[in-house]
């Protein structure tokens, strides 16, 4: 590919908005431009970064079975009334209506489609286990598209899905994708974890998202360096260390004008760990107060799990629920629901005395009022692994992948059977598994670069050769650097040859921006003693050999192909 006929559009400022090191160095090498909020163009070596990673996923999946189909993007909107996502999804899901006025959405997954096929193709237990798959666009009006190509509204996802008779075989096929998976994230070079996760949106049995590490990451997992535990900072467990407990007796205190958990410790002079907060919600049936410990945050999907959906409480829906005002709220003499923090089991804590300017010391949960015990608190830094007690980090990740036990939570409502060897019609047992090309891209920058620009893993670089000739107008130096370019191109390898009239500062610059493998320089060495410079564009390694070593020296530099 020679530069100076491309499209590899380079700049020198990053984007104004841009705020992920993946989004700067993406627009700055030409990879993608942004076409409106959240949707973007591939330009050409954008697309050939896309093209690799796809072809690395789909070598994966068909090596596990996969077969691969296109379904359609536009989605009537019987299908996904029938699961009952038509109502439970809300302003992420794209609608229209056809010339006939009949509802339609933008597919942004694909399990109502799949279950669709199966109701009608899929009859028998001879039929199954099946493996479908597709590498495809979804479109989903995401709240916030932001990070570049990170989160977009429009995006290419490879959905696979898996069908099976029963929850042995789904255990199976599950098992050979987090394996893929793996795979698949190796080859691509990225640093990730596999967490259990929550399963939102698609319901089901089980999930685990694979997570790479990344500031830019809008997620945070729970990780344990002890016994390997990995969670989702929405459901990982951890064992908070207690505080230094008083003895104290139950009185009521006054707290006049100190409502937050700061100002009431601070008066107090306690410890914020020595508190309760009180937080009254609103669930499906009416008014319930939550109860985390004073320095802890409420996890929402923890209480989810227990609670179903809940929203915060208006301050006069607190004001009927406990009969005053939110700041001085607190569970002793409640009649309301109380769903209190398992760490609260034990101790002896400051609450709210539901009157106004008071508080009170020396309560006992459990004893001084009744509660149901939960996992409710988000696991901080330091915190016990809840599985065997070392301390957990957190990180930032970016979720690349997303696999998930559906069970027959799409198969019953959409009528996807199959006959069993007696004859009895039984539900099929689904898997939906996804992995997002363009955030393993975004994650491979982010964990890939330096100063000057992109460091690609070479399994996913554009190209892996950076040919440059210094002054494409000295006769000698072209000569040499075009039948270099001939050479590596008659070889079968992927050149970018920069023959551009540019300047030779602003060569370099892009090429290191560009973070091809490797650079070679062809410059007034190849003419005064006939060398050509060879560079690592990962470690700055330079070696210099004569025009007619350079393919040698490439092939045993780059290695065998991945
Ligand atoms: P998130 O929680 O980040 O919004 P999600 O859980 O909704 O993602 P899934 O439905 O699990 O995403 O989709 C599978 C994969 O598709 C994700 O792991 C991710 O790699 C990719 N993906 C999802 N949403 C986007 C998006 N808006 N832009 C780019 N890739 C995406
Ligand atoms: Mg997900």
């Known amino acids: 590919m020679r530069w100076s006929k491309s499209l590899v559009?380079?700049?020198?400022?990053d984007p104004a908005d841009a705020e992920a090191i993946s989004h700067k160095l993406m627009v700055r090498a030409g990879l993608v431009r942004q076409l409106?909020?959240?949707?973007y163009v591939y330009l050409p070596l954008g697309q050939r970064v896309m093209d690799k990673i796809n072809a690395i996923i789909r070598e994966e999946i068909n090596a596990i079975g996969g077969q691969e189909i296109t379904m359609p993007v536009l989605h009537p909107a019987e299908l996904w009334q029938q699961s009952g996502r038509w109502d439970a999804i809300g302003d992420e899901m794209f609608r229209l209506k056809d010339r006939y006025q009949r509802d339609l959405c933008l597919g942004m997954t694909h399990e109502e489609v799949i279950a669709w096929i199966a109701a009608h193709e899929m009859h028998s237990y001879r039929d199954l286990p099946q493996l479908w798959y597709q590498i495809q666009?979804?479109?989903r009006d995401e709240a916030r598209p932001r990070s570049g190509v990170l989160r977009t509204r429009e995006f290419v996802m490879k959905d696979s899905y898996s069908l099976d008779r029963d929850m042995a075989g789904l255990g199976v096929q599950y098992e050979a994708h987090r394996q893929a998976y793996c795979?698949?994230?190796?080859?691509c070079g990225l640093r990730y974890v596999v967490v259990e996760s929550d399963p939102g949106m698609m319901g089901g049995a089980g999930s685990h998202e694979f997570m790479a590490q990344s500031p830019a990451g809008e997620d945070q997992v729970a990780l344990c360096g002890s016994c390997g535990y990995a969670a989702n900072l929405e459901l990982a467990a951890s064992r908070p260390p207690a505080p230094a407990f008083a003895a104290w007796t139950l009185e009521e205190v006054p707290t006049p004008n100190a409502r937050t958990i700061t100002e009431v410790s601070a008066l107090l002079q306690i410890e914020p760990a020595?508190?309760?907060?009180?937080?009254?919600?609103?669930g499906k049936d009416g008014p319930v107060l939550a109860l985390v410990r004073g320095d802890h945050q409420l996890r929402e999907r923890k209480l989810e799990r227990v609670l179903g959906p809940f929203r915060p409480a208006h301050p006069d829906e607190v004001?009927?629920?406990?009969g005053v005002e939110p700041g001085f709220v607190g569970p002793v003499g409640l009649s309301i629901r109380i769903i209190a923090d398992a760490c609260l089991r034990t101790g002896c804590y400051v609450v709210g005395a539901n009157k106004p300017d008071a508080h009170l010391r020396g309560v006992i949960p459990g004893r001084d009022f009744p509660a149901e015990f939960a996992d409710l608190h988000e696991a901080k830094a330091g915190d016990g692994c809840g599985r065997c007690g070392a301390p957990l980090a957190i990180e930032r990740v970016i979720e690349v992948g997303n696999i998930f036990k559906l069970g027959t939570k799409y198969s019953v409502p959409m009528r996807?059977?199959?006959l069993d060897e007696q004859g009895q019609e039984q539900p099929i047992v689904m898997g939906s598994y996804g992995i997002g090309p363009a955030r393993i891209a975004a994650a491979a920058v982010e964990q890939n670069h330096d100063k000057n620009g992109i460091i690609w893993p070479h399994t996913i670089a554009p190209m892996q050769i950076h040919l440059l000739v210094v002054n494409s107008k000295e006769p000698k130096m072209a000569t040499v650097a075009e039948r270099l370019y001939g050479e590596m191109n008659g070889a079968g390898m992927e050149v970018l040859y920069d023959d551009r009239d540019e300047r030779p500062g602003v060569k370099f610059k892009d090429a290191d921006l560009l973070g091809l493998p490797l650079r070679v320089t062809v410059g007034s060495r190849a003419v005064k003693e006939g060398l050509v410079e060879i560079r690592r564009r990962r470690t700055g390694e330079e070696i210099t050999e004569p025009p007619s070593q350079v393919l040698a020296a490439i092939r045993r530099l780059l290695g065998p192909p991945a």
């Open 36 to 39: 409106a909020a959240g949707i």
């Open 9 to 13: 559009p380079t700049l020198k400022e």
């Open 319 to 322: 004001r009927d629920a406990v």
């Open 137 to 139: 666009t979804k479109e």
């Open 416 to 418: 996807a059977v199959y």
């Open 183 to 187: 795979k698949i994230f190796d080859r």
């Open 274 to 282: 020595l508190t309760i907060k009180s937080l009254v919600l609103v």
